[in-house]
């Protein structure tokens, strides 16, 4: 069992960055982040494993994943140029070859 601990939501004015955290407790295969809007399904934000990166159409260029390289069970997202678009509730995610595993989620909200 692999537990997620996430930090770095809050609220930040459109246009500012934000970096969110996620700390696994055990090895994984690749680690990412999801998000969900109120009233919409979760999405697909960004997903690192190994040295490949995958990110949503709608973040590309503003938000970049990176893996610690010390600890390879940390995972980084930085936001910049927020948009209220961007407001949600953002999950970690993990996955070992045999697992999925999800963070409590932490919420970014943009907003002047």
């Known amino acids: 069992q692999v537990q997620l601990v996430e930090s770095g939501g809050g609220l930040v004015q459109p246009g500012g960055s934000l970096t969110l955290s996620c700390a696994a407790s055990?090895?994984?295969?690749?680690m990412g982040w999801y998000r969900q809007a109120p009233g919409k399904e979760r999405e697909l934000v960004a997903i690192?494993?190994?040295?490949?990166?995958?990110y949503a159409s709608s973040v590309k260029e503003r938000f970049t994943i990176s893996r610690d390289n010390a600890k390879n069970t940390v995972v980084y997202l930085q936001m910049n140029s927020l948009k209220p678009e961007d407001t949600a509730v953002y999950y970690c995610?993990?996955?070992?070859?045999?697992?999925?595993?999800w963070g409590q989620g932490t919420q970014v909200t943009v907003s002047s």
């Open positions: 055990g090895s994984v295969f690749s």
């Open positions: 995610n993990a996955r070992t070859f045999l697992s999925v595993y």
């Open positions: 690192i494993s190994g040295g490949t990166t995958k």
